[in-house]
């Protein structure tokens, strides 16, 4: 299967701290990490951990940095053809105290996709096309048309978007946004997503904080409960999450099996710093 992905690539420094300094304060870093990142870069390296061939459409600097970037895409096996150098590359700092994520960002404008970047062919010959919404709406847009297979989008859609969606993944805060309702159980999802396949796509999988992941589709919806790992950092969790539901519904699963794919890819995500994770081999 074939699945591109259009969103961030980065550089992510990830640092692990006893406690958070105030104004003038300084804490000992416990654990420190370098590694390739951004969510689009995330979500594509997963698919190549499930199985998948991957590609990703995305912006790496016309720096060192950003040659590393596309060299490690690379020897992760993703498809980086499309993969655009300009500018400066993006940057995240990640500080982590108590599995709580902090984060400090650096994405200059030259760092985020534009219409003009989504027109390599890799969007037409995917089995589908994982939008990350955190890029302008015009390269969204753009993406979604020259899209001829399943279309993800992952983050808080516009009416325009969700109308031309298959799939609209949200974390907890994304949902409320999107509904402009409470979510603060799983009926409450449930609802939601009713909602939201009113406005277009045919399958919804949204966040109940620190409970479950509801899917929704016209006849059926299934609550998945969190697994139980320790919580390090949650970062790439929900990347991890798209990553195995992309992956799962283009293999043909039913959703309810495709929400527990993703949940547990999830789970494994948060168990140390960083949004790097090792999905090889998962299996529920």
């Given at each position: 299967?074939r699945?591109?992905v259009?969103?961030?690539i980065?550089?992510d420094?990830?640092l692990?701290v006893?406690?958070?300094?105030?104004?003038?304060g300084?804490?000992?870093v416990?654990?420190?990490?370098?590694?390739?990142?951004g969510?689009?870069?995330?979500?594509?390296?997963?698919?190549?951990?499930?199985?998948?061939?991957?590609?990703?459409?995305?912006?790496?600097?016309?720096d060192e940095?950003?040659?590393?970037?596309v060299?490690?895409?690379?020897?992760?096996?993703?498809?980086?053809?499309?993969v655009?150098?300009?500018?400066?590359?993006?940057l995240?700092?990640?500080?982590?105290?108590?599995?709580q994520w902090?984060?400090?960002e650096?994405?200059?404008?030259?760092?985020l996709?534009?219409?003009d970047d989504?027109?390599?062919s890799?969007?037409?010959?995917a089995?589908?096309?994982?939008?990350?919404?955190?890029?302008?709406?015009a390269?969204v847009m753009?993406a979604?048309?020259?899209?001829?297979g399943?279309v993800v989008?992952?983050?808080?859609?516009?009416?325009?978007?969700?109308a031309?969606a298959?799939v609209?993944?949200?974390d907890?805060?994304?949902?409320?946004v999107?509904?402009g309702?409470?979510?603060?159980s799983?009926?409450?999802?449930?609802?939601?997503?009713?909602?939201?396949?009113?406005r277009?796509?045919?399958?919804?999988?949204?966040e109940?904080?620190?409970e479950a992941?509801?899917?929704v589709?016209?006849?059926?919806?299934?609550?998945?409960?969190?697994?139980?790992e320790d919580?390090?950092?949650?970062?790439?969790?929900?990347?991890?999450?798209?990553a195995?539901?992309?992956?799962?519904?283009?293999?043909?699963d039913h959703?309810r099996?495709?929400?527990?794919?993703?949940?547990?890819?999830?789970?494994r995500?948060v168990?140390?710093?960083?949004?790097?994770?090792?999905?090889?081999?998962?299996?529920?």
């Amino acid at each position: 299967m074939r699945i591109a992905v259009v969103g961030q690539i980065a550089r992510d420094l990830v640092l692990v701290v006893p406690e958070v300094p105030g104004a003038s304060g300084t804490a000992p870093v416990l654990e420190r990490r370098e590694m390739l990142g951004g969510k689009g870069a995330n979500i594509a390296v997963d698919l190549v951990q499930l199985g998948a061939s991957a590609a990703v459409v995305g912006v790496a600097g016309e720096d060192e940095v950003g040659g590393r970037l596309v060299e490690q895409l690379r020897a992760d096996g993703v498809d980086v053809s499309a993969v655009v150098r300009r500018g400066r590359s993006a940057l995240i700092v990640n500080v982590v105290c108590d599995g709580q994520w902090r984060y400090l960002e650096d994405f200059p404008d030259s760092s985020l996709v534009t219409e003009d970047d989504v027109t390599a062919s890799v969007l037409a010959e995917a089995d589908a096309v994982v939008v990350q919404l955190q890029q302008p709406s015009a390269a969204v847009m753009a993406a979604i048309r020259r899209a001829d297979g399943l279309v993800v989008l992952d983050g808080t859609a516009s009416e325009e978007q969700l109308a031309a969606a298959d799939v609209v993944r949200a974390d907890h805060h994304e949902g409320e946004v999107l509904t402009g309702r409470r979510i603060s159980s799983a009926e409450d999802a449930v609802k939601a997503g009713r909602e939201l396949l009113g406005r277009g796509p045919s399958l919804v999988a949204l966040e109940v904080k620190g409970e479950a992941n509801v899917l929704v589709w016209s006849s059926g919806d299934a609550v998945v409960p969190l697994t139980e790992e320790d919580v390090v950092d949650t970062t790439g969790g929900g990347d991890a999450f798209v990553a195995a539901l992309a992956f799962a519904l283009v293999r043909g699963d039913h959703p309810r099996d495709a929400g527990r794919l993703a949940v547990a890819a999830a789970g494994r995500a948060v168990g140390h710093p960083g949004g790097r994770s090792d999905l090889t081999g998962l299996r529920v």
